[in-house]
């Protein structure tokens, strides 16, 4: 069992910055892909971020302006965003998993972005 919690949601001004933080605990040792998803409201959950292996990979929506990045010795990993545009505001999910395939998923944490 893997339990996550995401931190660092906000409302943030268009142009701007947050880093959302997802703390893990429980059985990791054998996640070997890990990363952050978004579900604007009337819209379908969709990848935003992962790591897969140790390989990073975007949506393109984010690329060049969202960084992924985990502390191993931790547990935790980051979600860094820049330049954030009013179509970036949903909630936020960590999730990890096996394969490509998440498994477990944290509570969620809302992004709003202003424009």
């Known amino acids: 069992q893997v339990r996550l919690v995401e931190s660092g949601g906000g409302t943030v001004q268009a142009g701007g910055s947050l880093r959302l933080s997802c703390g893990a605990s429980g059985s990791m040792f054998s996640m070997n892909y890990m990363g952050w998803y978004r579900q604007a409201p009337g819209k379908q959950r969709e990848s935003v971020a992962v790591i897969t292996g140790s390989k990073p990979g975007y949506a393109d929506s984010v690329k060049g302006r969202f960084t992924i990045s985990r502390d191993t010795a931790n547990n935790i990993l980051y979600l860094q965003m820049n330049s954030v545009k009013p179509e970036d505001t949903a909630v936020y999910y960590c999730?990890?998993?096996?394969?490509?395939?998440?498994?477990?998923w944290g509570q969620g944490t809302q992004v709003t972005v202003s424009s």
């Open positions: 999730t990890v998993g096996r394969f490509g395939v998440p498994l477990y």
